[in-house]
Nanobody
Framework: QVQLVESGGGLVQPGGSLRLSCEAS????????IGWFRQAPGKEREGVSC????????YYLDSVKGRFTISRDNAKNTVSLQMNSLQPEDAAAYYC??????????????????????WGQGTQVTVSS
């Protein structure tokens, strides 16, 4: 059984930092492009950051560039999202997702809605003073 499990969410003040982790079981992430998505209440889900299978290519949503950093450790079957300078507009449920296809760029994966193969259950990020 394939599972993606996110962790690291929580409550942080504006300007603070959080590090989200996505750990996989039942699947080897080496072959997957991985993305972090978020959805706030009343808003559509959006791709925040995605990383290629080898980790050499990444994509970031414009609003998080320079603040968020995605990374992966294939040996640990884990993908992380370091989030700095968090703002109230970053508050959302954050999900990691994986797609097997080798033909899609990280930017394309972040734009996907239904083509991803696996999703985690999400972790909540709240940014409030």
């Amino acid at each position: 059984q394939v599972q993606l499990v996110e962790s690291g969410g929580g409550l942080v003040q504006p300007g603070g930092s959080l590090r989200l982790s996505c750990e996989a079981s039942g699947v080897t992430l080496d072959y997957y492009t991985i993305g972090w998505f978020r959805q706030a209440p009343g808003k559509e889900r959006e791709g925040v950051s995605c990383i290629s299978r080898g980790g050499l290519s990444t994509y970031y949503l414009d609003s998080v560039k320079g603040r968020f950093t995605i990374s992966r450790d294939n040996a640990k079957n884990t993908v992380s999202l370091q989030m700095n300078s968090l703002q109230p507009e970053d508050a959302a449920a954050y999900y990691c997702a994986a797609v097997l296809s080798p033909f899609h760029t990280p930017q394309a994966v972040c734009g996907m809605r239904t083509e991803l193969d696996y999703w985690g259950q999400g972790t909540q990020v709240t940014v409030s003073s």
